[in-house]
């Protein structure tokens, strides 16, 4: 007799939204003052990095239009977070960069959200986080090819 896998995968992604709910509430009140979920996350990508990229190349790595993400770097580049340049080679193309600004709204961003994600790390505990991750890391990947 097989089970209709219908019923566990509703109850997957049920859980992975809600989940996913909890947590931009939980973060959107614990970054700075007019800071969002996705102008820390593209703060962080080219923080982490230490590269330009170009618009294309972040909206592509958030799985966004480039017009959201226009729209993000827009946000940004007014607050001073991210310099927007022409390419020198391709005219057609601009290189985005973390600004000196937009690494100390980072590193205040993290330290806001750090305390809540210790907080829930700890209640889960190390060894059930890093058993989640490689079947959450899988999901992201499948998710992706399609």
């Known amino acids: ?9 509703i109850a997957l992604f049920s ?16 970054l ?9 996350s593209v703060l962080n990508q080219l923080a982490r990095i230490s590269d330009e990229r170009t618009p294309a190349q972040l909206a592509k790595s ?7 993400m226009t729209n993000t ?3 940004l580049e007014w607050a001073g977070y991210i310099h927007i340049r022409p390419d020198w080679d391709d005219a057609r193309r601009k290189l985005v960069a ?6 100390q709204a980072r590193d205040a961003a993290l330290a806001g959200i750090s305390p809540m994600i210790r907080e829930v790390v700890g209640e889960l505990g190390e060894d059930k986080v890093r058993a989640a991750l490689p079947i959450l890391r899988e999901l992201r990947l499948k998710l992706e090819e399609d």
Request: hydrophobic residues 40%.
């Open 1 to 9: 007799m097989t089970t209709d896998p219908y019923p566990l995968a």
């Open 15 to 30: 859980e992975l939204l809600t989940a996913d709910q909890l947590v931009r509430n939980r973060l959107s009140k614990v």
């Open 32 to 40: 700075p003052k007019g800071m969002e979920i996705s102008h820390f």
């Open 62 to 68: 958030f799985h966004v239009t480039r017009g959201a």
């Open 73 to 75: 770097l827009s946000k």
């Open 98 to 103: 973390i600004s000196p600004a937009g690494r």
